[in-house]
């Protein structure tokens, strides 16, 4: 039986690298007269790094105008990392972004139902706070049995850590489980903790090849265009549609 829902935050709840952490970051660049500015397609290279931090470094390795000396380097990161996630926090406290759709209904199924929720990300604590206050009120944790973010983890996202320490705090066993992921990185991360994962790609992630899924579709709030295709019904894939995929376990990849 399925015990527990871990989910992604970045990309899966809703489309926050791209309208979220990307404009910040240029607002970070900007406030701290830096003439750097990632454009979207900028951006989509540099989701290759997992977190925010080890992206500006990742960035900075290939300008000639970043600062030389590491602990430089270093320092100018933090800094600009801090400021991008004040800004983020402002602008998902505005509600500029919203989640996806489906994922909310998902969320109720779920503790209707006695199944654990939980948050398994490499984002920063107070982004998954920013965003899960916004759209869920200010005792959206009491939701969720556990939260487990960027920095509890030695290693990001694709390492397993944070799906290992996220299923340690729940208390369930991996197959008990399923995630919900939207990218590859992540996928491989619930899967290297032996978590079944279902993949609803966001708009980076739409045209990468993602392997080892137990469904991967456009979103929760419908039912066409899902692999493996859920039961005819009405609506948006619900808690028995998870069930059902997490029994038969066809692994799915993203292009048939
Ligand atoms: C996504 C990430 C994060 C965000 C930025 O994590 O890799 O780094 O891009 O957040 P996930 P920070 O999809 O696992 O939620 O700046 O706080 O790292
Ligand atoms: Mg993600």
Known sequence: MLRALIWDVDGTLAETERDGHRVAFNRAFETMGLPWRWDEAR????????????RLLADMATRADAPVPTVEREQLARRLHALKNAI?????????????????????????RGVLLAIATTTSRANVEALLRAHLGPRWAEQFAAVVCGEDVA???????????????????????????????????ARAAEVPVIVTPSVYFAREPIEGAIAIGPGFDRREAWRPAPDPGAGGIGLEDVETWRASMALVSQFP
């Open 155 to 189: 290693r990001k996202k694709p390492h397993p850590e944070v799906y290992l320490r996220t299923l340690l705090h729940l208390g369930v066993p991996p197959l008990a489980a399923v995630a919900v992921e939207d990218s590859p990185g992540g996928a491989a991360a």
């Open 88 to 112: 983020y926090a402002e602008l998902v406290a505005a509600r500029a972004i919203a989640m996806r759709a489906g994922v909310l209904e998902l969320m109720n199924a779920c503790l209707a």
């Open 43 to 54: 951006y989509g290279a540099l989701l290759a790094v997992a977190g925010g931090r080890e």
